[in-house]
């Protein structure tokens, strides 16, 4: 089971941007789905980006496509979320999971998840 330690979170006008990084201790990261999954308050945890094992495929919400990119550093055992052109409703709680053996957008299927990351944007 790996920790993982999400950073880069914090208070951005609408239109910026921020880079949020999870970096795992597990020594096999590069067997693992990383996905990247929010939450705001009185809603569901909601999916937002995953990428696969090796970073050669990856995927994104709808409500995130174009203004977000999802990439990882294997040998740094860390996984980024881009943030651009940021919304009011792209305030959340963010949290970066991992999932074994699948590739996945439900946060079910991730065993590991870290403390989360709170972003707010500001209008």
């Known amino acids: 089971q790996a920790q993982l330690t999400e950073s880069g979170g914090g208070l951005v006008q609408v239109g910026g941007s921020l880079r949020l990084s999870c970096t795992s201790s597990g020594r096999t990261f590069n067997f693992y789905t990383m996905g990247w999954f929010r939450q705001a308050p009185g809603k569901e945890r909601e999916f937002v980006a995953r990428i696969g094992p090796s970073g050669g495929i990856r995927d994104y919400a709808d409500s995130v496509k174009g203004r977000f990119t999802i990439t990882r550093d294997n040998p740094e055992n860390t996984v980024y979320l881009q943030m651009n052109s940021l919304k009011p409703e792209d305030t959340a709680v963010y949290y970066c999971?991992?999932?074994?053996?699948?590739?996945?957008?439900?946060?079910?299927?991730?065993?590991?998840w870290g403390q989360g990351t709170q972003v707010t944007v500001s209008s």
């Open positions: 999971a991992a999932a074994g053996g699948t590739y996945s957008s439900n946060p079910r299927d991730y065993g590991d």
